[in-house]
């Protein structure tokens, strides 16, 4: 087969136009020395996905999106070694590559791993993203472990699902997330939280009434402007972690407890290619091991099937109506 369907953006229109998405025909791609070429079972759209596709214009060629997938190895470089014909994988992609929304897709061998085994493809390609994402703020930026205290501060979202239950891997302190609605309030306790509280409220109140003396680590997805209330809840030494922006950020705010603050971004390494690349495989791989002894679960909410352009126009309106609980994971019908 020299040709297969994808999934391209070929200008930044409002996911609600029939353009903003359509259905080409592109060439089956090759893998260099370290690919895996992957014909894509199952895929979860992100917001990183509504963010490029806004700021794409019109690219001089179709633009394939998605991160995360999972699938079948169809064939693999001559400098693959980990993986054979057959393997079945999951990844979180490359920002520098075309992405995942395509029947194939090619995936550096250092960022792929075998996926768990206990999922169904769909309920897998809700993870890799985020779980990566997750694990690298907690285990890298914050060294959370032992007693430690936590904060996720957004936690029925798609990063804040996964954070949760690979920090309840790490420490025996308290996890809390922060929550504003009794339905994401339920999901972040399934998930393992100890309590949530409201972000819509101050802080310092709330967590003080959970008789928590300081975080040593918080994760933020909504972290504009509250230095000053993430200042009054840390530990002295603490790793404030942030995966939005924080456009004015005020280190006087953070002086008095020597916070530190470290902008999170799952693609560096990729991006980059920086010498410990291989790491983001070696993370989905203790991953699938976390999920296949059952202590982590799918973060799937919602599955629709089809990897096409109707189907993931669907999957982008709800990432984009800022009300998602979890993930929503798009299968693949026949090919």
Request: proline share 5%; net charge negative; aromatic share 4%.
């Amino acid at each position: 087969m020299s040709t297969m369907p994808a999934v391209a953006v070929t200008e930044s229109l409002p996911i609600t136009n029939p353009h903003s998405l359509v259905d080409v025909r592109l060439p089956v791609p090759k893998p260099g020395q370290n690919d895996l070429l992957v014909e894509v079972r199952a895929v979860s759209v992100n917001p990183i996905d509504v963010k490029i596709r806004a700021g794409a214009g019109t690219p001089a060629e179709p633009l394939v999106l998605g991160f995360d997938g999972v699938g079948r190895v169809r064939a693999v470089g001559d400098a693959v070694e980990e993986f054979a014909i057959g393997d079945e994988v999951w990844f979180a992609g490359d920002r520098t590559r075309q992405g995942s929304y395509a029947q194939f897709t090619l995936v550096d061998q250092r960022v792929a791993s075998l996926r768990p085994g206990t999922l169904p493809a769909g309920a897998a390609a809700a993870l890799p993203l985020t779980a990566i994402t997750a694990s690298e703020a907690l285990r890298e930026h914050i060294g959370l472990a032992d007693d430690d205290a936590f904060l996720m501060v957004g936690g029925a979202g798609g990063v804040g699902s996964m954070a949760i239950q690979i920090a309840r891997t790490l420490t025996s302190g308290p996890v809390i997330a922060t929550a504003s609605r009794p339905e994401t309030d339920e999901w972040c306790r399934k998930l393992g939280a100890d309590a949530t509280i409201d972000h819509h409220r101050p802080l310092a109140e709330q967590v003080q009434e959970l008789g928590v003396e300081g975080f040593q680590g918080i994760l933020s997805a909504f972290s504009a402007g509250r230095e000053a209330d993430f200042a009054e809840i840390m530990a002295p030494f603490g790793k404030l972690v942030v995966i939005d922006a924080m456009p004015n950020l005020d280190t006087n705010a953070l002086k008095a407890k020597s916070l530190s603050v470290t902008a999170e971004s799952m693609f560096t390494r990729t991006q980059f290619h920086t010498s410990d690349i291989a790491e983001q495989g070696r993370i989905l791989a203790r991953v699938a091991d976390l999920v296949d002894s059952g202590k982590v679960r799918s973060t799937m909410t919602k599955r629709l099937k089809g990897i096409n352009a109707e189907t993931l126009r669907e999957a982008t309106a709800l990432v984009e109506s800022g009300h998602m609980i979890g993930k929503v994971v798009v299968e693949a019908d026949a090919w």
